[in-house]
């Protein structure tokens, strides 16, 4: 058996959102063994004078426990 844990991440980009959730997921492998899974729970974007600035992705990362 084996039990995962549940870790939210928020991440932005100027690039868009893969960008972003490779940024994140990268983020979360230094500190987080055994990811297995992202959810994406929200994109969302910052505009500027009609342009968009910033793209921000949260998402919750599924990784497993150690025994």
């Known amino acids: 058996m084996s039990v995962a844990k549940v870790s939210e991440i928020s991440v932005t980009s100027s690039k868009g959102f893969q960008?972003?959730?490779?940024?994140?997921l990268a983020?979360?492998?230094?500190?987080l063994r055994n990811v297995r899974s992202a959810w994406i729970k929200e994109q969302q974007v910052r505009v500027k004078e009609g342009r968009i600035t910033?793209?921000?992705?949260?998402?919750m990362v599924?990784?497993?426990?150690?025994?």
Do not use: L, P, S
Request: no cysteine.
């Open 19 to 24: 960008d972003a959730i490779e940024q994140g």
């Open 54 to 59: 910033e793209f921000q992705v949260n998402m």
């Open 62 to 67: 599924t990784f497993v426990v150690d025994d």
């Open 27 to 31: 983020r979360a492998n230094k500190t």
